[in-house]
Every structure is written in C-alpha cells, then in structure tokens.
C-alpha cells in the first residue's frame, strides 16, 4: 500500500463507483455460478471421498456468497501454501479489518478470487480444478462465427506476408492497427462482466463488422508510436527482440491475442513472444496454462469442439452445425502455425503469481526486482484488458487528463519499461484524455452527467490504447 499512487482509490462503499453494483449485484452472480459448477461436478464424481470434500468447498463457497450480501468484514485468508497469502493478509490488516461494501474495491476483487482459489488448493482431490473453465468453454464455443472468420482472414494474411513481405510501411502500420485493435476489441468477451449475455450478443461484440464501427470509439490511440518502436527495433538488425503479452480473457480473447502474436512473429516485428497466463482461476475468464493446451486441441480437432453438443444443447435437441471443410482446413492452420511457434520456442507461457497479487503494479519494482529486470529485456509489454489497466494506474481517482506515463508511477518513462495497455473501459479509472472529453461522455445519455459517476466507462463501449516508452 505505501508503494501506491498517494490518491484515493475506487470504493465499493461510493454509489458513483462501478465497484459499488459490482459489489452488489456482479459478485453474487459469479459466486453463484462458481457453486452451481462446483456442485454440479461433485454430483457426478464416483469417489466418495473426493464428493465430501467437494461438498465442503460447496459450503465454504455458499458462506462466501453470505458474507458478502451481508456486507460482512473480511477475514485472514487460510495459508494454502503459497507465499502471497502473506502479502493479502499484512493488506488486510492495515486495511483494518474493512467490510465487502465498504472497502477499496481493487483489493477486495482480488481478494475475493484469491479467497475462492484457496478453497479449491486447500483440498486433497480438487487443487487443480477451475471452477470457471466450464463458462469459458461455452462462450468460445460461442465466439464460433467470429473464430472463423478470423481463422480465414489469418490464413490470407499470412499468405500474402510470405508471398510479398516487403511492404511499404504504410501497407505495415495498416496492417499492425488492423491485428493490435482486434487484439482489443477481443476483451468485449470479459465473462465477469457479462454475466447475463445471449449467444447473438456475444456475437455482435465480435467480428470484422463490429470492429469497424468500434473504431471510432478509441479515445486514446497510442498505436503509431508502438508500431514505429518496434519497427525501428526490427531495422536496427538486433537479432532478438522479444514482446511479452500480460493476458487477460481465455477463449475469444486469447484467440485474437494468438492472432497477434502469430502476426506478430511472421510479419518480423517480434523474433519471440512471452505469453503471461495467471497461475490460479482468476476474474473467472482470465487465461490459466491450461486454457492455452485447450485452445489448441480445440483447433487440433474442430469438429469433435464445435460439433459435439453440449450438456444444454442436449437438453433442447439442438445439433450443432456442421462445420465445412474448408473451414476444418483454416482452423488446422492456426493449429499448426501457434504449435510450432511454440514447439520451437518462439511462443512461450511463463505464468508468475505476482499477477494475482491484491495491489497495483506501481509494487512490481520493489515486490519483483526479477521479473522487472526480465522485463526490460522485452521491446514492448502488452498488458491486456481492463484489470491490468487499473493495476497498472493503481486504480487511483486520477484527474482523467493525466498523461498516462506519469499515472503508471515508476514503471513509466526511466523504468526502462517500454508498455502498451490494451483496454475496453469496464471500470471508473481513466487517464490520457484530452480536455473536456470526459465531460463529452458523461453528457452522452447513460454517461453518467452531472451524477457525479463516469458510467460512460463502465459498458466496454470506450477503450484507450497507451503507450509509455521506457527510456
């Protein structure tokens, strides 16, 4: 905390904060998936051991449900073993014991997925189960036409680079905005927040169509100065130059980060990408090492994915539609240009408990000298989505022109850190805008107005693309 930007934090105490219906409304949905999931999978488990045990993480889940509609205080999280549970309890304790509604709305987010992780790790028979990894199966199963789509225009894509791979550098910035705002626009997908979406509304956050309109929706457009960064390393003859990708989503999103990162390898402007999953079940949608494995046999074998109904479809007699072969054949090309960049190590997972940290990333250089120092060794840091966003900027109440290089504190200009956020605004924390813009959006209807809350950034309709160069 002492480490943090010295501005008050988003609260889930203030009614003009996104944290407060998060608070209310969001998170009892989520837990309550969590223990419909957790208890539809002890329902079928054989081993009666395993059941009681699964039973008991139903119970510690329902308590959680509890507490937090009952605006309770929150209390030490159990040691399950792993070192973090120290760094989450000393917080706790200078928080001075806060209550679920009323506490630094950060924090408590974290804390609560942290809480419902260490029900799973503390147990004999469920340490590795993702109670979440269900819901995202089923929304990358309905990401589908979106998937296609983008599997067929990747295919052209990478054919056209290899046939002609000397294009002017117009043709190239084009063509890098192209792949980094499908690479944004992907966060549309963010399970924890939409908790209550339809099939046709997944579908209309993705696709080519979509992404053109939301075009004009990019308040802060950093994107040039990134492309010419790294397109001034790739001409400096350096050998190796490496872009990390700090992940957010699974399913859809890592989808389109792997679009970007495929492109990102062919086109020259990367020689490797380091991918960042987190280690634990996380926001509910966020990437484990996991997802990645299952991304890939999803492609390995489309058909056997998309084709096989699921527990629902079986229920409503639907069958789902049979996938083309040319659509089998796009698919099959994604799966054998990711697995071999990753078989040869250009493409590689380094997950890191520090993403699931409770506190803002202004702590990384003093909490993880290493994996800093690590980083400094990349030409670009992607971090992804709106949690890294606000981590990044300690979501502190910042004046919303504030240059985002000075809102990011001591990994900005001198870090040695260069850093790209990639960010759908799903929460009140916004820096970078020119003057009087956030006044524009709050006028808009459902901006917020003269309420005092800036709910224009609250629908994922906004985004903001920064860029801080570390030298």
């Not at 304790?93 to 799973?120: D, G, H, V």
């Not at 063509?175 to 997944?202: H, P, R, V």
């Not at 053109?212 to 802060?220: D, G, S």
């Amino acid at each position: 905390m002492d480490l943090d930007p010295k501005i008050p934090q988003y609260s889930t105490g203030d009614p003009n904060s996104f944290g407060w219906q998060t608070g209310r409304r969001r998170w009892p949905i989520i837990i309550t998936q969590a223990i419909d999931d957790a208890y539809r999978a002890v329902a079928h488990c054989p081993d009666p051991e395993k059941q009681t045990e699964g039973k008991r993480i139903v119970e510690a889940l329902t308590k959680l449900k509890y507490e937090v509609q009952h605006d309770r205080a929150l209390t030490p999280l159990p040691d399950d073993g792993y070192p973090d549970i120290t760094t989450y309890n000393a917080e706790l304790k200078q928080l001075n014991s806060p209550t679920w509604l009323k506490s630094p709305w950060l924090y408590t987010e974290c804390y609560l997925f942290r809480r419902i992780a260490t029900s799973f790790a503390l147990s004999s028979h469920w340490k590795n189960y993702d109670v979440f990894a269900r819901q995202k199966t089923s929304t990358f199963r309905s990401s589908r036409p979106a998937v296609l789509e983008l599997a067929a225009r990747y295919k052209d894509l990478m054919s056209q680079l290899q046939n002609h791979p000397d294009q002017p550098r117009e043709a190239q910035e084009l063509l890098f905005a192209e792949m980094a705002e499908i690479c944004l626009w992907g966060n549309a997908t963010d399970l924890s927040l939409l908790t209550s979406l339809t099939y046709e509304d997944i579908q209309a956050l993705q696709g080519s169509e979509a992404r053109k309109k939301a075009e004009a929706n990019i308040l802060v457009n950093d994107l040039p100065s990134c492309f010419t960064h790294l397109l001034e390393a790739k001409q400096s003859g350096k050998k190796e130059r490496r872009v990390d990708i700090v992940l957010d989503n699974a399913g859809f999103e890592l989808f389109v980060d792997l679009v970007l990162a495929g492109y990102l390898l062919s086109a020259g402007l990367a020689t490797h990408v380091v991918l960042h999953p987190k280690s634990i079940p996380w926001f509910v949608s966020d990437v484990l090492p996991s997802d990645f494995a299952a991304l890939l046999n999803a492609l390995a074998a489309p058909r056997w994915f998309y084709e096989t109904p699921s527990g629902e479809e079986e229920l409503q007699g639907k069958t789902p539609e049979k996938l083309s072969d040319k659509e089998v054949e796009e698919l099959g090309f994604l799966f054998q240009e990711w697995s071999r960049f990753h078989a040869e190590g250009q493409l590689v997972l380094r997950p890191n408990r520090v993403w699931t940290g409770p506190g803002s990333f202004w702590r990384l250089p003093k909490e993880a000298p290493e994996l800093v120092e690590d980083l400094k060794g990349s030409e670009v840091v992607i971090f992804k989505g709106d949690l890294n966003y606000r981590k990044l900027v300690g979501d502190a109440a910042w004046d919303p022109t504030t240059p985002f290089t000075e809102a990011i504190g001591p990994l900005g200009p001198g870090s040695g850190l260069n850093i790209l956020a990639l960010r759908t605004c799903k929460a009140d924390v916004v820096v970078g805008l020119p003057p009087g813009k956030d006044e524009e959006l709050k006028a808009l209807e459902d901006g917020g107005g003269d309420s005092g809350a800036r709910k224009w950034a609250w629908n994922g309709k906004w985004a903001v693309v920064s860029f801080s160069k570390g030298s």
